[in-house]
């Protein structure tokens, strides 16, 4: 029998997990709501970073200690080289901005890794949910489906939906759209299906941010989800449905940009776009000529400039290459710090997502979207999306768990008789 303290301890401890799970599906569910900043998912963030800890439902493993320890270098960097920035109190804003978001992922790191099979799942379907949140306001507003939306939701005709830029909006749908592929590949039926459903607004929405970065981000990523799905796989039921499911994918993401292509406003913007010889990126003022003054700069200045300077002083703009601001920003130190730490991150995603386990498929979808995403900061700045804190703090935490058994039920080795897995062996 349980004395009435040990009944009590026991309460608290149902009532700790549950009210941890409800604060992070909350800060993910509104982690796609950023009309600006701080956001309301900062401050639901900030509850986690707080509360999770004192809760107990967190465990700090290596891997994320050590790129926490990383990210606070690289911001310290940052702040001893914001004395060279000709806007000290932004530089020093920015730095501690950045410091924030690795605080968020290390604790969300934590909170999965305590338990990752559910957690995990809860962050990825609270991550799917809110993108398709942002999506039904970007389609809403870009079909002027309800009045004033589309001067709410658009941005230079572009579908940005609940966020402020349409190229965020863009990359944030790469590792929903990754997800939602995942579960149609390894899922029963039903959950096929439903997934299925999920992934054509997305790809709507994704094609209607005309973000070209974004567009090469989510298929780098399903790419690599697809390599990883074929070496990992065990039945020859999941070849058929990966199969079907590719086949069936490329044939519905041409159709539907075949579609949406048939309105005119969208088939101008979509030809301008797709072409690289536009004023913004070629021309020592363009994107190009930006990232060529980064470069020399950064050759120059082994402490950096301070962050902001290049686009005060020596560009209209950032260099549109996160990797370079990096330099920039925190000096050589601090730029090579944040690329291990983002490499690091990649590497042991696609590297665990090869094992067999109960959390391989936890490594696949976050190791091949976060893939994505580090790619993209080639040519943008993503050192303050939100989404890439979260993927990496899915990386982060599963590396750091405890691997549970698997459930004899859920071996990829059984035989299995889901409809799906029959019409997919027939075709």
Known sequence: MLTETQALISGWTINARTLAGVIVAAAIGASTIVFSEPAIADALMAVVIVVLPVLGTVRFGKMALLNFAIWAAVVALGIAASGMSVTLDTAIKHQLVTLFLAGGAFVLAGYIAADPLPRIMLVFWCYVAACLVATAAALAGYFNLVPSAFDLFTNYGRARGTFKDPNVYGAALGPAITFAV????????????????IVLPLVIGLLLSFSRGAWISAIISVAI?????????????????????????????????????????????????????????????????GQEKARNLILENPFGIGTHTFREKYHHEEPHNVYLSQFLNAGWLGGMLYAISVLATVV????????????????????????????????????????????????????????????????????????????????
Not at 257 to 282: M, N, T
């Open 182 to 197: 995942w579960i149609m590949l390894r899922e029963p039926a039903k959950r096929a299906y439903v997934a299925a459903f």
């Open 225 to 289: 989800l697809g390599v990883l799905t074929m070496l990992t796989s065990r039945r020859k039921t999941d070849f058929h449905r990966l199969g079907v499911v590719s086949i069936a994918g490329v044939v519905a993401a041409a159709l539907a940009l075949f579609a949406v292509l048939q309105v005119e406003q969208v088939r101008s913007l979509f030809s301008e776009r797709a072409s690289l010889d536009q004023s913004y990126d070629a021309g020592p003022e363009g994107r190009f000529g």
């Open 348 to 427: 042991i995603g696609l590297r665990a997502a090869r094992f067999n386990g109960a959390l391989q498929g936890g490594f696949v979808v976050a190791g091949a979207a976060f893939a994505g995403v580090a790619f993209e900061g080639f040519v943008i700045d993503s050192d303050h999306w939100r989404h890439f804190f979260i993927v990496m703090a899915c990386v982060w935490g599963l590396a750091d768990a405890r691997a549970p058994d698997i459930d004899p039920s859920r071996r990829r080795d059984d035989p299995v008789d889901e409809a799906f897995d029959e019409a997919a062996a027939q075709a």
